[in-house]
């Protein structure tokens, strides 16, 4: 997966969707720029010097990239707006762009400029802001997520009952194995990762590898909601015919049968969705958050919207420690044993 962000809109969304990111951003370049309507803005003169270009050069990537750069802020102020801003700066000789005579101006947001600062490769200055941009990244999510991204899957409010509501399903999988199927003790271990392999194309040793984790580390405990909610329908469902065929046949089943019923759940229609959406959320989250590519689900791999950085991130979301020790967490987790 190429994370150069001259060549990556992922990449580049994976910076500019993380609001907590920009905020300390913003804090940290002290890129100068106008208050205006709330928020920080550059002209393009500005723009040009920050990046040490010329605005020609920015016109070139204006008209190249214009819904990217216009979708993060940049916008052509006209009438009373242009109007507002020329006389909040009437008096100012550090900005002199805004003519009063133009009949338009395009100014940049900080996101816009953030952006253009990522697609302009004329620039030597634009290359190190994007160098600094990353770590501070990186270090941003690491400090958010407690100091460490292993388990920020964990930070998530529907984590504790899904993996409790997980563990229920696996158990029922694991108790049907070993009354029914006709196999040695290995065959939890064998069985464990070919549902992993039906679900996410890897094995536990293999997405072991891609996270960086320790032998001691669970898998489950650092896979997303929807990862588990699709191998917990995956458990269920090859319990239940488990059961059902061995009872049928009088015997207990032997390995091929329980492949078959595996390759058949791989194609249910009604399990697709669930895969799909659990390899998209997995491939895509692991980038954004872990760093951590799964080069077997690359073509699954999306940005990460907004709403995941507040997820994971912001003010709701908080470890499993907190979680452990909120009434409301518990009382979901006494309704879903009493079930």
């Not at 050069?57 to 102020?77: A, H, M």
């Amino acid at each position: 997966m190429n994370k150069d962000l001259t060549n990556s809109l992922v990449a580049r969304k994976n910076v500019l969707n993380n609001p907590y990111a920009l905020s300390q951003l913003e804090s940290n370049f002290q890129l100068g720029g106008l208050a205006f309507d709330g928020e920080t803005v550059f002209t393009k003169q500005q723009a040009a010097d920050i990046l040490t270009i010329d605005e020609r050069t920015i016109d070139r990537y204006l008209s190249g990239y214009s819904d990217e750069l216009k979708s993060n802020g940049y916008r052509v102020l006209k009438g009373k707006q242009l109007k507002s801003l020329r006389l909040m700066y009437v008096n100012d000789t550090n900005v002199v762009d805004i003519s009063p005579k133009a009949p338009s101006l395009g100014i940049f947001s900080f996101r816009a400029l953030l952006n253009l600062a990522m697609l302009v490769t004329e620039s030597d200055r634009a290359k190190a802001i994007r160098s600094r941009m990353l770590d501070l990244v990186i270090d941003i999510i690491a400090e958010k997520a407690g100091g460490h991204t292993k388990y920020i899957n964990q930070r998530d409010k529907d984590y504790l009952p899904t993996a409790y509501m997980e563990e229920s399903y696996r158990k029922q999988f694991t108790d049907a194995l070993k009354d029914c199927l006709d196999m040695g003790h290995f065959k939890y271990a064998i069985y464990t990762d070919k549902i992993y392999q039906a679900v996410f194309c890897e094995n536990a040793t293999e997405y072991k590898k891609v996270l960086r984790l320790a032998d001691k580390d669970k898998t489950r405990e650092t896979m997303y909601t929807e990862v588990l909610k699709a191998i917990a329908s995956f458990e269920h469902g090859l319990a239940v015919q488990l059961r059902q065929e061995s009872e049928k046949l009088g015997r207990m089943l032997k390995p091929i049968e329980l492949d078959n019923m595996i390759t058949a759940a791989e194609s249910n229609p009604f399990l697709k969705p669930a895969i799909e959406d659990a390899r998209i959320r997995m491939a895509s989250r692991d980038l954004g958050f872990r760093d951590a590519l799964h080069e077997k689900l690359e073509h699954y791999i999306q940005s990460v919207p907004e709403g995941d950085f507040d997820r994971f991130l912001g003010e709701k979301s908080r470890s499993l420690e907190q979680q452990l020790i909120d009434t409301e967490t518990l009382n979901v987790l006494k309704r879903l044993k009493d079930r």
